[in-house]
């Protein structure tokens, strides 16, 4: 949606995952990351973390000037498209106990019944690059089996690793149940406030894209390859 803009991507993998952390660990975890990204010189930032968004983005945008654009799982579009009206939330321990997570759902939950299960084991694996393994497949089925006996049509990713499943989600499930994430309302909210900010970029070149990580940096670069864009990807310890 943004070609002419660069970014910035920090992989705060030597404390993932976030979602097994303290509501105070999070916020302090959120804080060290926003002040390496501005001083790498961002002129905005995409918190790009469900747990994250919803333990600390209150007091971020409190304490930092710059646009600040969240993410938290799509729940009033699953709500609004269940025929069933029963949606499963895949999700970890620190998004599904915020307080955030619980007034979006009371807010855009319309009646509908919302089935809460935890990721446990998911983004660990998928940090060790193993989305596709037979142990994630068998935690999957594992956490999707009650909630498709439940009869949900939509299946909410709560958490930023989770669209790296996709492939096998779509394997699993049935046709039936539509997967959701985040990824494109993010982009859209992100071009709306640049715009309404002033801070497109007037340039008509391609964008240059850095990739920073404090773990392993060739488990980061299987993942950016996918993209097939031009990127410069560094370990940095911080």
């Known amino acids: 949606m943004l070609p002419n803009e660069s970014t910035i991507y920090l992989a705060d993998s030597k404390n993932a995952p976030y979602g097994q952390r303290s509501p105070g660990q999070i916020l302090e975890l959120s804080i ?6 501005i001083k790498l010189g961002s002129k905005l930032i995409v918190i790009a973390c469900n747990t994250a968004t919803t333990n600390a983005i209150k007091e971020l945008r409190q304490t930092y000037d710059l646009p600040i654009i969240k993410i938290e799982p799509a729940i009033k579009t699953a709500a609004l498209n269940s025929r069933t009206r029963k949606v499963g939330v895949l999700a970890t321990k620190g998004t599904l106990t915020s307080s955030l997570f619980h007034s979006t759902s009371y807010n855009h939950g319309n009646g509908i019944q919302i089935l809460e ?3 446990i084991g998911l983004v660990e694996l998928i940090e060790k690059g193993e989305q596709n393994s037979l142990r994630i497949r068998m935690l999957l089925e594992r956490y999707l089996l009650p909630m498709l006996k439940e009869g949900i049509d939509q299946l909410v990713l709560g958490c930023t690793h989770y669209p790296y499943l996709i492939p096998l989600l779509i394997d699993i499930l049935p046709p039936t149940v539509k997967i959701l994430d985040s990824g494109d309302g993010v982009s859209r909210q992100t071009r709306n ?13 391609i964008g240059e894209h850095r990739f920073f990580t404090n773990g392993n940096p060739a488990i980061l670069e299987s993942f950016i390859k996918e993209a097939g864009a031009p990127y410069v990807l560094s370990y940095i310890d911080f």
Do not use: A, D, H, Y
């Open 32 to 37: 060290k990351n926003m002040e390496l990204l």
């Open 193 to 205: 406030v640049l715009q309404s900010n002033q801070l497109l970029n007037p340039g008509i070149g």
């Open 117 to 119: 299960q935890e990721g």
